[in-house]
């Protein structure tokens, strides 16, 4: 990605409003799994950031990738047995830094918010801070989740959304509100990244893909 980073002609939109959100606060970056090889181009923030990755050898394989950027790296699933995962993550913006994680990772459904973002967001008053990047030049594997794997000397949109907080007292109904806000919000600036560089815009997986 450094390559690719170095040589792509950037296109942000939204930039102060994220920078305004990050400014002297942790943050939770939220983007789509298949977006997280382009992650590293998107943190311009001096503060510590730390990525939640798979704690099978294929996210390991990320961890030592990010690392090369600078990036820290939190084992684990927001979703299956999470609940370390999230103590770690909880742990890195209650000293300070900022964290990056998919709401629909590790497996699934595609495009799709679960409800690790949000309880992690509830239980530390960080905001949630949706993000997408997309590039001109790239391979979609055949991924659950089309993992998009960026190549050099293209175009490149970064899209910022509108921060999300989530109260502390957030009830069910309120994080079921917040959750296809987060949702929508995700699939938004995902839709105006592809556009941007040329691309169809890359749609959710269905539930008949999923029987």
């Known amino acids: 990605m450094g390559w690719t980073r170095s040589t792509?002609?950037?296109q942000?939109?939204?930039?102060?409003a994220a920078a305004s959100a990050w400014a002297g606060q942790p943050t939770i970056v939220a983007f789509w799994h298949n977006r997280l090889a382009l992650m590293p181009a998107c943190w311009p923030s001096p503060a510590p950031f730390h990525m939640l990755i798979s704690s099978h050898p294929d996210g390991q394989l990320?961890?030592?990738t990010i690392a090369h950027f600078g990036f820290g790296a939190v084992a684990g699933s927001s979703r299956r047995g999470g609940l370390e995962a999230l103590r770690g993550l909880a742990r890195v913006l209650k000293a300070g830094g900022s964290v990056g994680l998919t709401p629909d990772g590790p497996r699934g459904p595609r495009m799709s918010v679960g409800d690790g973002t949000l309880v992690l967001a509830k239980l530390t008053g960080a905001p949630i801070l949706p993000v997408a990047v997309a590039v001109s030049r790239r391979i979609v594997l055949g991924t659950w989740d089309q993992l998009i794997v960026p190549l050099p000397f293209g175009k490149g949109a970064m899209i910022w959304g509108s921060p999300i907080k989530v109260p502390r007292d957030a009830d069910d109904a309120v994080l079921a509100r917040l959750r296809e806000q987060l949702e929508q919000e995700l699939a938004r600036v995902s839709a105006e990244a592809d556009t941007l560089v040329g691309h169809e815009i890359m749609r959710p997986e269905t539930a008949d893909a999923r029987t």
Do not use: K, L, Y
């Open 12 to 16: 942000t939109v939204n930039g102060g």
């Open 8 to 10: 792509t002609r950037w």
């Open 62 to 64: 990320v961890a030592r």
